[in-house]
């Protein structure tokens, strides 16, 4: 089993949509979670950083992690053609960090 | 704001060559890792250096070696390129421990023919 995992997509979702991504993980110790966002031909970069469990909002953008169940979601609201992109999870463990595969969105105009 | 410089964007290399991925930051990092990314399969770990000079295998470094000279860059080789090791490569560099948020690079797609 993998340490995360994600459904890979693709997801297309019209202009405007709430769109969520999510991943679930196995390992318990997992300190802390990280989305990236990654656009084609290019590197992912730090999109959310939360350690606990609850919610972290940052623009249209929620982070959600809920430990008792081991599952991480990432919520954008009003979605734009600009948050086109793959998304990847990440948890934390100790001296590591574990990503998922990686979500692929399109955001309709 | 962090960069993190890869030195190709792309590169199309024959089986057998030796091949070297630079990669470059600008923020005194003192971690740096290489990756490797493939379709289903994610970002994997080859290497990571905590120091100058220091390195640490990753997941997936058979094949693989690196060089850490300076601070700031970090080296990925590939002794004898094979056609399994044609992939997308991203450099990372973290201010903290190795489960530290990664600045990474846009990366350099090799094709080993």
């Known amino acids: 089993q993998k340490e995360v995992e994600q459904d890979p997509g693709p997801l297309s979702v019209p202009e405007g949509a709430i769109v969520s991504l999510n991943c679930t993980y196995s390992?318990?110790?997992?300190?802390?979670f990280m989305w990236y966002r990654q656009y084609s031909r290019k590197g992912p970069e730090l999109l959310m950083y939360?350690?606990?469990?609850g919610n972290k909002e940052d623009g249209r953008f929620t982070a959600q992690v809920d430990k008792s169940s081991k599952y991480i979601s990432l919520f954008i609201r009003d979605s734009q053609p600009s948050d086109s992109a793959t998304y990847l999870c990440?948890?934390?463990?100790?001296?590591?960090?574990?990503f998922g595969t990686g979500t692929r969105l399109t955001v309709i105009p | 704001d962090v960069k993190v410089t890869q030195s190709s964007r792309y590169l199309v290399k024959r089986t057998g060559e030796k091949v070297f991925l630079e990669c470059v930051q600008d923020?005194?990092?003192?971690?740096m890792f290489w990756y490797r990314q493939d379709p289903g399969l994610g970002l994997r770990l080859i290497y990571f250096s905590y120091d100058v000079k220091m390195k640490e295998k990753g997941d997936i470094p058979e094949g693989y070696s690196v060089s850490r000279e300076k601070k700031e860059r970090f080296s990925l080789i590939l002794e004898s390129a094979s056609t399994n090791q044609t992939s997308m490569y991203l450099c990372?560099?973290?201010?903290?421990?190795?489960?530290?948020?990664?600045?990474f690079g846009n990366g350099t797609r090799l094709t080993v023919t």
């Open positions: 990440a948890g934390a463990g100790a001296n590591n960090l574990f």
């Open positions: 939360t350690y606990s469990s």
């Open positions: 923020m005194d990092h003192e971690n």
């Open positions: 390992n318990s110790a997992f300190q802390y």
């Open positions: 990372a560099s973290s201010l903290g421990p190795r489960n530290s948020p990664l600045h």
